[in-house]
């Protein structure tokens, strides 16, 4: 089962505009990481937040963590037609040996149109 | 550096029979995990190996095995193939190093049961 739980499940935003998508966990995590998957291939990591941390920015996104609230955001500003893809984040849970286990939410489906 | 290979991309199998797929990792990453992906159950995780030893499973049947290679590659196999195995797996390689977890994907093999 998915730990978890991604909003909105699909979102569909015009070329300029930003894209703002939330996710939810359950447990203790010791990172958070944001994927894209585009047309069911394979997945591409984007960003990578550690649980100490509570905002970080690479190029056009900006990712934050609340671990109090068990959630994190991925902001994709000024979006472009081939940011197009579904969107996961996936946690680590903190502790034990799950080294590299992840468990990855549902996904958000991002349509950008030209 | 070359990515994460897998293969084959593609194959179709039908009830009853078994698959093997292969993985080769980034050079230089100990880490293996497998992740089966399906439009109903979301991204789940299947293992994790490091060093040839299998260091995490999720939760899924017996059918479902790996094994890893004194080089880092891992196969997995799934014996007694049912319909509801019919999904894309993915692999992903990690180094684990610094204790980050940054997981970076194959293109996956989409095998499909008839």
């Known amino acids: 089962s998915q730990q978890g739980e991604e909003d909105p499940q699909a979102l569909s935003i015009q070329e300029g505009e930003n894209a703002t998508m939330n996710c939810s966990y359950k447990?203790?995590?010791?990172?958070l990481q944001w994927y894209r998957q585009n047309s069911g291939r394979g997945l591409v990591h984007l960003i990578l937040?550690?649980?100490?941390?509570r905002e970080k920015h690479s190029g056009r996104l900006r990712v934050t963590l609340d671990t109090s609230k068990k959630s994190s955001s991925l902001l994709i500003t000024a979006s472009r037609a081939a940011d197009t893809a579904s969107y996961f984040c996936?946690?680590?849970?903190?502790?034990?040996?799950?080294?590299?286990?992840?468990?990855f939410g549902q996904g958000t489906i991002l349509t950008v149109h030209p | 550096k070359a990515g994460v290979t897998q293969t084959p991309r593609y194959l179709i199998k039908t009830r009853g029979q078994q698959v093997t797929l292969s993985c080769s990792p980034i050079s230089g990453h100990r880490s293996v995990s497998w992740y089966q992906q399906t439009p109903g159950q979301g991204l789940q995780f299947l293992f994790e190996y490091f060093s040839e030893t299998q260091r995490n499973k999720g939760n899924f049947p017996g059918r479902f095995s790996g094994r890893q290679f004194s080089n880092s590659r891992s196969e997995m196999n799934v014996s007694t193939l049912e319909l509801g195995d019919s999904a894309l797996y993915l692999c992903a390689s990690s180094n684990l190093a610094g204790g980050n977890n940054e997981q970076f994907f194959g293109p996956g093999t989409r095998l499909t049961v008839l």
């Open positions: 937040i550690r649980s100490n941390e």
């Open positions: 447990t203790s995590i010791n990172n």
């Open positions: 996936a946690s680590r849970r903190a502790g034990g040996t799950s080294y590299g286990k992840l468990t």
